[in-house]
């Protein structure tokens, strides 16, 4: 009694199965998905569809002769379609149009799974017929290039040498032999194509630093460029160097002469009016500059300056004009002073003591 549970309630689940497929297969609505079940426990979904819920009841086994194991039989016998035998075994009218439509939509389903595995098979035939296309294209390369570096190799490999005599030689057969091996030599250049003799190849020029390849031209611009802001910069350090003063004035002197050549004016009364520019002009290397009268400075406000001996200080700033002739400082400027010189004489003693004859 131990074994009799388990096919009482597989029964009982198969019964509770039918009974549910029966009562749902006139009051479904529409809209739902089809759900198709056998006695095998299988289950077949579908998208949602205008259908019911249907039943398929397992067919009664066939007595067939079952071919050999391993037989062309066995592999090309197909299986039957259930819907086929579901449309022929219906009980009532009622079933019929739902179970028609559910193999419509079936149908349509096993359809559109062909397609889909059909679009795949042509996606790896175009895929298959790709990589071989590819395949043959290397091929072709590689064969191109083992052909041309077995030419260049001939090309480059030293030729059989032709016949040399033997024996004793004179100076003439020595050169005649070597004329002809030269001959030859020459010969085969000529008769080589300008891919393997280089005949006619640009000169490739690269950085010996990355070793990348480099435009000469591109290369030889871009120093002329560097070269001609370096100028620049020269010119522009020597115009610095001048002075600001000096450029002026020579601006100005420029702007002169080109106003006196436009104007209208005697060229005496120009030459008299540069005359006494440049007499009003100071240099500082001028020997009587000492003794020409600046009417600029006269000009100016003079302001009153004491007149006598003042203590020296750090930064040339003389008393006022109504000092009394009193220091009244701490005496930090005369001790600072006094400590310079000293200093000062007692390096020169040190010196004078270090290289006297002793």
Same mark, same amino acid.
């Given at each position: 009694?131990?074994?009799? +549970? ?16 029966? !009562? ?20 077949? %979904?579908?998208?949602?569809? =205008? %259908? ?16 050999? =194991? ?32 559910? +193999?419509?939509? @079936? ?6 799974? *062909? *397609? ?28 191109? +290039? ?11 490999? !030293? ?15 020595? /050169? ?33 630093? %990355? ?21 620049? @910069?020269?010119? =522009? ?9 000096? =450029? ?23 030459? /008299? ?15 009587? &500059?000492?003794?020409?009268?600046? /009417?600029?400075?006269? *000009? ?41 010189? !000293? %200093?000062?004489? &007692? ?12």
């Amino acid at each position: 009694h131990y074994g009799a +549970a388990p096919e009482k309630d597989r029964a009982s689940k198969k019964k509770k199965k039918k009974d549910v497929a029966a !009562s749902s297969a006139s009051a479904t609505p529409y809209g739902m998905n089809v759900i198709i079940t056998d006695d095998d426990d299988s289950v077949h %979904s579908m998208p949602p569809v =205008q %259908s019911a819920h249907v039943h398929i009841p397992k067919k009664p086994p066939v007595p067939v002769s079952q071919p050999p =194991q391993g037989s062309w039989h066995s592999v090309t016998q197909k299986e039957p379609d259930p819907l086929a035998h579901l449309l022929d075994s219906a009980a009532g009218d009622e079933e019929r149009p739902a179970i028609a439509e559910g +193999a419509e939509l @079936l149908q349509e389903y096993r359809a559109q799974q *062909a *397609a889909k595995e059909e679009e795949k098979r042509r996606l790896r035939e175009e895929r298959r017929r790709q990589k071989s296309a590819q395949a043959a294209v290397i091929a072709t390369e590689e064969a191109a +290039a083992k052909a041309e570096e077995k030419s260049s190799s001939n090309l480059r490999s !030293s030729p059989s040498p032709p016949p040399m005599r033997y024996g004793l030689q004179t100076a003439a057969s020595i /050169k005649e032999d070597a004329d002809r091996v030269h001959e030859r030599h020459l010969r085969r250049l000529r008769d080589a194509s300008s891919d393997v003799s280089g005949r006619g190849a640009k000169t490739v020029y690269r950085d010996p630093k %990355s070793g990348k390849e480099v435009d000469m031209e591109l290369h030889n611009q871009q120093e002329r460029e560097k070269q001609e802001r370096r100028n620049q @910069l020269r010119d =522009q350090h020597s115009e610095w160097n001048k002075g600001l003063v000096q =450029q002026r004035a020579k601006a100005e002197e420029q702007r002169l002469l080109e106003s006196m050549r436009r104007s209208d004016t005697v060229a005496s009364d120009a030459a /008299k009016l540069l005359d006494e520019e440049h007499r009003a002009k100071q240099h500082w290397d001028d020997p009587a &500059r000492g003794f020409l009268v600046n /009417k600029k400075a006269d *000009a100016a406000t003079a302001y009153p300056q004491y007149k006598g001996y003042a203590p020296p200080n750090r930064f040339g700033i003389r008393p006022g004009y109504r000092w009394d002739g009193v220091d009244r400082s701490n005496g930090f400027e005369k001790q600072r002073f006094e400590s310079k010189a !000293s %200093s000062s004489s &007692r390096r020169a003693e040190d010196y004078a003591f270090s290289v006297a004859d002793m």
